[in-house]
């Protein structure tokens, strides 16, 4: 494990694939090397990417990886599809892309979401990202599919996150409703050179006054063909931008704080759900084995204090 952990820290590429591996099969190992590895992340712009199926995610990383390679800055992208296992779709689409960087150790790709729940997956996947950060990278993105809770989870441990968007997607009131607008640091309206493009950012830009009023932010929208790589450079330069916005304001640290006290309540949520879970399992079964129906007022309140009991012999 202490070999791993160095050798990610130097940042080769296949110790890092087979740590990623380690996270996702819940490896004995997985606690030591993640906490090993945390004093070294923090360094890394961590970009999330989020969008409708199609609107051209992977398509946009693609042609920002080019940007930034030319800027000589490594990149690192986990590309979470849960969808994977069953269409195959997305995925191959990805794995089709990434040879164009295959030959290039300044790029790293990994999919992810093949193994697992969905709430697994973003627990696993935030655990890459923190690998990815700590061999070096520059900058990692994260891109998922979709704009539901899972897909907010992830892009809540982003620094930056951008919500792209196409003109026939239709989707700017779905990703309003599910709260991505609200996150959003920077709206991609991809597929420029289809009809439509003016009235999907009439709406965007009406949505945003709505959610970006009070923020010290102001939310950018750009124009992009991604397939042809055209706004690449201006993209590029607006996530650099927000990132330095984060630094200058202070912004940074604090989201830092606000993002690692809510992974902490929610890693001893789990763990501390577990183990009431099993508490009121033997209460119910022990209310019925005695012919009784266990009140829940009572019963909630006597697992509690046993489970406050248990506590204070540890
Ligand atoms: N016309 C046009 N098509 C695009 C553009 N960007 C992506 N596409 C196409 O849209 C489809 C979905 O792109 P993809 O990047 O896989 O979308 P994702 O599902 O959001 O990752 C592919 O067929 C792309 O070639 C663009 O800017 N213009
Ligand atoms: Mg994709």
């Not at 004995?28 to 992340?41: E, H, I, M, S, V």
């Not at 199609?54 to 390679?69: F, Q, T």
């Not at 982003?158 to 968007?165: G, I, K, R, S, Y």
Request: aromatic fraction near 4%; include cysteine.
């Amino acid at each position: 494990m202490e070999d791993m952990a160095n050798r990610i820290i130097n940042g080769e590429m296949r110790a890092l694939a087979r740590g990623i591996s380690y996270i996702e099969d819940q490896h004995p190992d997985k606690q030591a090397l993640l906490t090993t590895l945390f004093p070294r992340t923090g360094r890394a712009h961590v970009i999330g990417i989020t969008g409708s199926p199609g609107a051209g995610k992977s398509s946009l990383v693609n042609g920002l990886i080019k940007e930034w390679r030319k800027e000589g800055k490594t990149v690192g992208v986990a590309a979470v599809d849960p969808t994977s296992p069953f269409s195959g779709g997305a995925l191959l689409g990805d794995r089709v892309r990434m040879r164009d960087h295959e030959e290039d150790d300044g790029v790293f790709i990994r999919s992810m979401g093949t193994r697992g729940s969905l709430g697994g997956l973003s627990e696993a996947c935030k655990d890459a990202i923190r690998l990815m950060d700590a061999s070096g990278l520059d900058i990692v993105i994260v891109e998922t599919v979709g704009v539901g809770q899972s897909e907010l989870d992830i892009m809540k441990v982003a620094d930056t996150v951008a919500l792209v968007l196409h003109p026939s997607g239709g989707d700017v009131i779905q990703a309003f409703k599910a709260g991505i607008m609200e996150i959003a640091d920077l709206f991609v309206i991809n597929k420029a050179d289809l009809p439509g493009v003016g009235q999907l950012k009439g709406e965007v830009e009406d949505l945003l006054h709505l959610t970006a009023e009070q923020k010290r932010w102001k939310p950018p929208i750009v124009q992009t063909v991604s397939t042809a790589g055209k706004g690449m450079s201006e993209t590029a330069g607006y996530l650099n931008a927000h990132k330095k916005h984060l630094l200058e304001s202070g912004e940074n640290r604090e989201k830092q704080l606000n993002q690692l006290e809510n992974e902490i309540a929610r890693r001893l949520q789990e763990r501390f759900s577990d183990e009431i879970a099993a508490l009121v399992s033997e209460e119910v079964a022990r209310s019925a084995e005695a012919g009784e129906t266990p009140d829940p007022y009572d019963t909630a309140a006597s697992v509690y204090e046993k489970w406050k009991q248990g506590l204070q012999k540890v």
